[in-house]
Structures are given as C-alpha cells and as structure tokens.
C-alpha cells in the first residue's frame, strides 16, 4: 500500500530513508582527501612536464622495454591464470572431494601473504639451487632472473581473481541447461565450449582483466624474481623506483602516468566488453 | 585451430547420434566422467601445491635452518619488533579508517539513488587498478618537497612523506576499497524495504542503521575487515615508495624483509618472513570461520 502511494508521487521513488547527506559527506569527504587529491597531483605534476620532455622519457629505450616486459608478462601470467582458475573454481564447484575446504581456502593465500615474502621465498624456489629451479637447470633452463620468473611471480598473485570471480557465477549456473544439451546429444566437449563457457565468459574476462591490471601494477613478488637487469627484466614500477631514488620526480610521473592511462584503458575495454556481452551475448 | 574444433564437434554429433540412447539412461555417471573429474582435482591440486603451499614451504624450512636460536635471535631483533609495532599501527590505523568509509559509503551507495551513482563506485574502486608504486607516488608528487603541499607542510614543520603519517596514508591508499567491496553487494541485496519502512515508522538515521542495517552486515563487515588488514600488513609496494626505509622508524616488517634479503642475510629475512606468514595463516583460518558463519 505504502509502496503504491510513493510510486504515483514520484516515478524515481521518494527518499525516505534519513542520513542522505550524512553519508553522502562522509564518503565524498573521505573519498576526496585520501584518494583523489592525491591522486590529482599526478596529473598536477605532469601538466609542467614539457610534450617533448615526456615524450623522451616514456620512448627511452628502458622505459618502452620496462612496459613490454610489464604488459607480455602480465598477459601470460593472466592467461594462465584464465585456464587453472576456470578449473580450480570448477573443481570447487562441481565436485565433492576430501581438502575441499583446505584447497578453498588455500587459494586466497595471495591475498593474505605478504608480496615481499612471496617474492623472496618464489625466488628461492626457482633460482638454480632452489627445489624447482634446480630440475629446471639441469635440463639447462633458467627461470629466476628471468621473464619467465616475472610471468610465474604474476601466476601467483593473480589466481584468486579468476577463481573468486568465476566461483560465484558457477554456483548460481542452472544445470539444466546442460542436462538439456546432453539430452538434445551434445556432447562433453560441446557443451563445455557451446553452454558452459558463454555463460561464464562475462565472469572469466573480468577475473583475466583483474589479474591482468594487478600483474601490470605488481611490485612486492616480481621485483626480486626479475632480477632487474635493464632492458630485459626491468618491470615498469621498478623503473618508476628507480627514477625516484635518483630524485627524477619529473621522469617517474611521466613513466606512472603511462602506466595509469594503460591500467584505465584495460578496465574500460573490459567492462564495455562484460557490458556488450550481458545484452548481446545470447544473439 | 579453428577448424580442428569444427571437426571435433562434426564428430561430437555423428557419436552422439549413436550413443543417444545410452546418454539419456545416464547423463552424469559415465566412466570418461569420473576419469575427467579425478583428472582436474589432480591437475588442480598440483598447480596449488607449487605455486602457492611450497612457497609457503620454502619460508618455513628456510627460517629455521640455521636452527632455533638464529631464529629467535632475528625475530627478537631490536628493529624487527619495532618494524612489527609500526606493522600494526598501520594495519589498526588503515582498517579503522576503511571501516568508516566503507560503512557510510556502502550504505550511501545501496540505499539512495542519486545521479553520479555509478561513478561514485568507479572512483572508489581506483585504487584497486592501480600499482602500489604509483600509489606511493602520488603522496610524494602531494606532500614531498617537489610536492604542491610540499612548502606549506615544511612551513610548519609537518613531515609526512618518509615518516610514519606517509606510510599511514600510502597503506589507507591501497587498502581503501576493501571494505566497501565486501559490504556492498550484501546492502544491495538486502534491499532498503526493511529500512523505509522503519523511516516511515519514524525512526532516526542512527537508530535505523544499528538495529536494521548493521545485522545484516555484521558478517560481511568482519570479512572486510579480515582482508583489509590482510592487505594492510603486507603492503609492500606503495609503503616502500614513501616511507625512506629508515630503520626503526619508518621501516614495516615487509621492508625489512627486503632489507635484510638485500644484505644476503636470508635466514634473518625468512625468519621475519615467518612472522607475516604466521600473520597469513591466522588471517587465512579467521576468515574461513567467518566464511562458515556467513553460510
């Protein structure tokens, strides 16, 4: 009855609830101070950089090396993520298993553990002494100190984006639709890739784009895998410390700006992408 | 590729057209299912257990290898346990400061409509695409010297960048969406029915929020909570930017790890490795319990 009264009043529905602008101040107040003032300032400070001065930072030889290294790493880091979180998050769904709750739980440990930790104790494991380094050294690969220890270093902190963001949206995918399509004779392979993934899809891009931007912006764990030799193994925001200690405010704003306008451009492609798919992903 | 997946489903069909009948009796409990199954519960426990348990191995064996003294000694270390104390100061100071926000923002953003909505989400969000160099960055380009707060803050004496405030405010950076996240998606859910009709009852906004909207999001709220300081004690990136690893004063428990790794002290940088990983653990098991009672 209530209801009926305050649609005829006002389509968009009256406020009725108080403390509107209480929280609307709060947020804005919080938001504005500890984030986007902040963060104002390096858009500030790089309307003083000269075009030219900031077009010869971010096409000097290191920096553009520094991006492809951050950008190829974090794809094949996130790819890889695609594949075993789509499986793990499988696994946690459909099937009942003895450490299934160990192996759930387990999987946010890269939230949990500190990056530095990680980074140092991954570079353990797969330096040429370390328990994995070593087996691949003898069959005369080398991993530590290279991109394949940056893209591993990635592996590890982006797994949980896939698996939390594909979990939820398998639990709630009704299996009559499969059941339809094996009784309509698809068959298992068929319905995984006609069926299953569509529907997932939406949730498995934004889980890659998750890990994606978190590989780009990675620090703590990829920093002492890398190695940092330049040119080859120097990671984007190590190049922005670096400018840094040697004081070159100008240079790691022009490097940072960069790297913000790339992670921007990735969250945007991939939500018109997640859009486009939930209205006309069915056609 | 394209057309090696075309032939597979060509003969997808034609089987299936002879297996139809065989299919309908029992969809779900084929032998080629279970050996799939106990396939990928392999495949799946594998990729765990080296990329994420051995790591975690390796930290453990490695910090107690020169034996039990050498551990105590570099746990029990003058700047380690100072680095712990400024470790949860920050921690308690980053997640107290989430926690406001993010109560009165999920609670703005799930119970009013008002034009903007969709980017007052996104800007909340920001930190979270961001990398934690730049997010240090940014409160050198604000407070630093070459900062546009720079002269006024050294007017008055106030140092933020390279001292404990900078550190503060680079870990509240990065950690600020945490808890709005979490509590978010449940106040949407949950609708504001509840909360309109309690208005029009004549209730007051505290009294509204306490006894209406806050057990709904008692859970989600400690979840929150439980990340937020996951995060806040092992902010690396953005804390190492700006804090100036003064040891002792500015130096966190993962700087010092990285400090002490650098001195090729590695038995001393896994043995403080422990303390985060014990940390870890403990965050990992409360949050399993909260997840329990969630359900």
């Known amino acids: 009855m209530e209801q009926q009264i305050v649609k005829v009043k006002n389509k968009r529905g009256v406020r009725v609830i108080p403390g509107f602008g209480l929280s609307m101040g709060i947020t804005l107040a919080m938001l504005g101070t500890l984030v986007l003032i902040p963060l104002a300032s390096i858009f500030i400070s790089a309307s003083q950089l000269s075009w030219e001065a900031f077009l010869d930072v971010v096409t000097s030889r290191q920096v553009v090396s520094g991006y492809v290294v951050s950008l190829s790493c974090a794809f094949f880091a996130a790819l890889v993520n695609a594949v075993f979180g789509l499986m793990l998050a499988w696994v946690l769904v459909r099937y009942e298993f003895p450490g299934k709750r160990l192996m759930d739980g387990i999987i946010e440990l890269p939230f949990a553990l500190p990056t530095a930790v990680a980074g140092i104790s991954l570079t353990y494991l797969y330096s040429d002494r370390g328990w994995i380094g070593a087996l691949f050294a003898q069959a005369g690969i080398q991993i530590a100190y290279t991109r394949a220890g940056i893209t591993i270093a990635m592996v590890f902190v982006g797994i949980p984006f896939v698996v939390r963001a594909v979990q939820p949206v398998l639990e709630k995918l009704d299996r009559q639709y499969e059941e339809a399509a094996e009784m309509l004779g698809a068959g298992r392979i068929c319905t995984f890739f006609r069926v299953i993934l569509p529907e997932l899809f939406p949730a498995l891009l934004a889980g890659f784009g998750l890990a994606f931007a978190r590989g780009i912006g990675e620090y703590g764990s990829v920093v002492f895998i890398a190695g940092n030799i330049p040119n080859k193994t120097q990671i984007a925001p190590l190049l922005i410390m670096t400018k840094l200690e040697q004081y070159k405010y100008a240079d790691a704003t022009a490097i940072a700006l960069v790297l913000l306008v790339i992670s921007f451009l990735l969250m945007l492609f991939i939500n018109s992408v997640q859009l486009y798919m939930q209205r006309f992903g069915r056609g | 590729m394209a057309q090696k997946r075309q032939r597979t489903y060509q003969q997808d069909i034609v089987g299936d057209g002879i297996l139809a009948v065989q299919k309908v009796r029992e969809p779900h409990t084929e032998a080629s299912g279970k050996g799939i199954r106990c396939g990928l519960i392999g495949i799946c426990a594998l990729f765990l257990f080296v990329m994420l348990v051995l790591p975690l191995a390796v930290?453990?064996?490695?910090?107690?290898?020169?034996?039990?003294?050498?551990?105590?000694?570099?746990?029990?270390?003058?700047?380690?346990?100072?680095?712990?104390?400024?470790?949860?100061?920050t921690a308690v100071t980053a997640v107290a400061v989430n926690t406001v926000f993010g109560v009165f923002a999920a609670f703005l953003l799930s119970k009013f409509y008002f034009r903007g909505r969709q980017i007052l989400a996104a800007l909340i969000d920001i930190p979270f695409s961001i990398s934690p160099v730049i997010a240090g960055l940014v409160f050198i380009l604000t407070f630093g010297n070459v900062g546009w707060m720079g002269d006024f803050l050294k007017a008055h004496g106030i140092r933020i960048v390279f001292a404990v405030p900078g550190v503060v405010l680079a870990t509240v950076f990065v950690t600020f969406p945490f808890v709005f996240r979490e509590l978010f998606p449940v106040l949407n859910a949950q609708g504001k029915d509840e909360e309109e009709a309690a208005a029009l009852m004549g209730a007051g906004w505290f009294t509204i929020f306490r006894k209406i909207t806050f057990p709904h999001m008692k859970w989600a709220l400690l979840y929150g909570v439980i990340l937020c300081a996951a995060r806040a004690l092992g902010e690396f990136g953005a804390v190492s930017v700006i804090s100036g690893h003064l040891r002792g004063k500015t130096n966190t428990l993962p700087l010092h790890v990285e400090i002490l790794y650098n001195e090729f002290n590695t038995t001393a940088a896994f043995a403080v490795s422990s303390i985060l990983v014990i940390l870890a653990v403990l965050i990992l098991i409360a949050r399993t319990i909260v997840e329990w009672k969630k359900a």
Do not use: P
């Open chain 2, 59 to 89: 930290v453990v064996i490695n910090a107690l290898r020169d034996g039990w003294a050498a551990y105590q000694e570099a746990v029990m270390d003058e700047y380690t346990v100072r680095a712990l104390q400024l470790t949860l100061f």
